[in-house]
């Protein structure tokens, strides 16, 4: 048999549908952030510098002195390791100190530390599910591939509600009836579209019909909440929520998830759930590092109130140039391109043209059809980079001729009357809107 012509086949698959994906080789620059360096294929002795606007560090924590001291640090008084699973020898002391402080976050009883929120979300998902008796699942039906695998490998039955409709998902609670047992999964930042879930309507709903829930923060941790605790705690309803999933690998800029709830339901699920047993822990580098990030953002709103500045201002520049960014009330800019083979052009030529970096987001990470280009202001875009942004869109825009839409000036929540009359007369961004 020839075993090869089935994966060259496999790629010839997605190079026809335009679903090939091309990773591009950076080097951030911890401290010049967004810049960094990239090789281009086959010329990896000629990097170029450029700037980029797709990271999910979104506030930069990755970068943060703190954050670096912590790493560096943990490196040398514990090496680089954890030494194993946590049940053989991999529990170490920078972890227990990562879950009080994430457990602090949330105002939760016990957080329990995973290697990533992926997995955070398989496991969690998983075995409360499995825990609770003939259970249903009522799942959002936009949410995270992490989650959905968590509910198949639950094998409960479940229900999908449509996207935040809060009448269909009472339509599906009221069928269940009072007595069974249900776990509610739902995200409260949706980061394709940016768009916020209505979670006090959902704790509402819940409470109303005695189901459990279960919510992934993983694009508001760090960057919502007066602590940084997300949208629920932001939302005032942090204590009604009864499980809480994040990631330690976006708004903390380093790499995990976690999960905090009551003290049982962690201990459950540290003893029952094999993506935990079986696999080693988070390092102390790693732990300690996320750790500083956490404690940085409970203490310090300043990263988040520029990133939400940033943000505001990316999207009014945009739609001010005629530009089609979609409309949301978070920090996710998405700019449509509604093709695959056009948006992957116009994420090469803004790298190859003008050095912006915007991968290309394409099917499967959202439908066919609604291909985009995913733009992430962080605290440290300053304003130039906003009109660079915009001027080089523009060109590209023209080049691939995509439509414009009418230009537009969007009313700026996240900012004050003060930095928008700034930001108007910012020449080189009226020069790019022209
Ligand atoms: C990125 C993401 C995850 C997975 O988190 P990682 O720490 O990157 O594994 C989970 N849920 C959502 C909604 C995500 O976007």
């Known amino acids: 048999m020839d075993y090869q012509h089935f994966f060259d ?22 401290v010049r952030f967004p810049v960094a360096l990239w090789r281009p294929e086959g010329e990896a002795d000629k990097p170029r510098e450029v700037v980029i606007w797709c990271s999910n560090d979104y506030l930069t924590m990755g970068g943060h002195a703190d954050v670096i001291k912590a790493v560096v640090h943990a490196a040398e008084r514990h090496g680089a390791g954890a030494g194993g699973t946590r049940n053989i020898s991999g529990t170490h002391h920078p972890i227990v100190e ?22 955070s979300n398989l496991a969690a998902i998983s075995t409360i599910a499995q825990l609770l008796p003939n259970c249903l699942i009522l799942s959002d039906a936009l949410n995270h591939n992490s989650m959905i695998e968590g509910v198949r490998r639950s094998s409960c039955e479940k229900a999908l509600f449509n996207h935040n409709d809060m009448a269909h998902l009472e339509k599906l609670l009221k069928e269940a009836g009072p007595e069974r047992a249900k776990l509610v999964v739902f995200e409260s930042l949706y980061s394709m579209d940016g768009d916020i879930a209505p979670v006090r ?77 079986f696999t080693t822990a988070l390092p102390p580098t790693v732990a300690a590092g996320a750790t500083a990030a956490v404690r940085h953002l409970k203490a310090s709103g300043a990263e988040r109130a520029k990133h939400q500045e940033m943000a505001a201002l990316t999207k009014h520049a945009l739609k001010a140039a005629g530009l089609p960014a979609m409309d949301n009330a978070s920090h996710i800019v998405p700019l449509m391109v509604n093709n695959a083979d056009l948006c992957k052009q116009a994420s090469d030529l803004l790298l190859e043209r003008h050095n912006i970096y915007i991968q290309p987001i394409n099917y499967p ?35 691939l001729n995509l439509p414009f839409v009418e230009a537009k000036v969007l009313p700026l929540r996240a900012v004050s009357a003060t930095q928008l009359e700034a930001h108007c007369t910012y020449p080189e961004m009226k020069r790019a809107a022209e």
């Open 9 to 30: 086949e496999a790629i010839a698959r997605l190079k026809a549908e335009q679903r090939y994906r091309v990773f591009a080789d950076l080097e951030r620059d911890a």
């Open 98 to 119: 990562l879950e009080a402080e994430l457990a602090d976050l949330h105002g939760k009883a016990a957080a329990l530390a995973f290697t990533s929120g992926w997995i």
């Open 201 to 277: 309507e959902i704790v509402a709903l819940a409470k109303k019909y005695n189901a459990m829930t279960y919510v992934d923060e993983v694009h508001a941790v760090g960057m919502y909440g007066p602590r940084g605790g997300g949208v629920c705690e932001r939302e005032g309803v942090m204590a009604d929520i009864d499980v809480v999933e994040g990631t330690l690998a976006k708004g903390f800029g380093t790499l995990g998830g976690y999960i905090a709830a009551n003290a049982n339901i962690i201990d459950a699920v540290r003893s029952y759930a094999p993506s935990f047993i």
């Open 365 to 399: 990470t959202v439908a066919i059809g609604a291909e985009r280009l995913r733009i992430t202001p962080t605290p440290r875009h300053t304003q130039a980079h906003v009109a660079d942004l915009v001027e080089a869109l523009v060109d590209v825009w023209k080049t």
